[in-house]
């Protein structure tokens, strides 16, 4: 099992930008973000958790939602760390996001079918709220 972390929510206006991070940590040999799939979701009060981006490490690939695309961008910055980028915020952005990564992965993976299936990432994270406000 892998333990991850995610930092960097808080409170911004509409228009503003704001950075997720998604830290792996706890864990033995290899770092889990080697060659994998990681993924962010976030979950608005009411709603049902939706994934908002995804990105295959060992290589380029990425997947944005509808809603997000152009104003967000997934990444990795560090063998140990994932980065969701959230610009022109929007207050129907607002909720909790959680990261999620599937250890054993591949570029092709990375489509929608796959990461919206309920059993496809191994971890989460416990999540970080973001509160965009008008």
């Known amino acids: 099992q892998v333990s991850l972390k995610e930092f960097g929510g808080g409170s911004m206006q509409a228009g503003g930008s704001l950075t997720l991070s998604c830290a792996v940590y706890?864990?033995?040999?290899?770092?889990?973000?080697?060659?994998?799939?990681v993924g962010w979701f976030r979950q608005a009060p009411g709603k049902e958790r939706e994934a908002v981006a995804a990105i295959y490490t060992g290589g380029e690939d990425t997947w944005y939602a509808d809603p997000v695309k152009g104003r967000f961008s997934i990444y990795q910055r560090n063998a140990n760390t994932v980065r969701l980028q959230m610009d022109k915020l929007k207050p129907e952005d607002t909720g909790t996001y959680t990261c999620?990564?599937?250890?054993?992965?591949?570029?092709?993976?990375?489509?929608?079918?796959?990461?919206?299936?309920?059993?496809?990432?191994?971890?989460w994270g416990q999540g970080t709220q973001v509160i965009v406000s008008s």
């Open positions: 999620a990564v599937r250890r054993s992965c591949s570029a092709a993976s990375i489509v929608e079918s796959s990461i919206v299936a309920s059993t496809f990432f191994n971890d």
């Open positions: 706890d864990y033995i040999f290899k770092t889990p973000f080697e060659a994998a799939c």
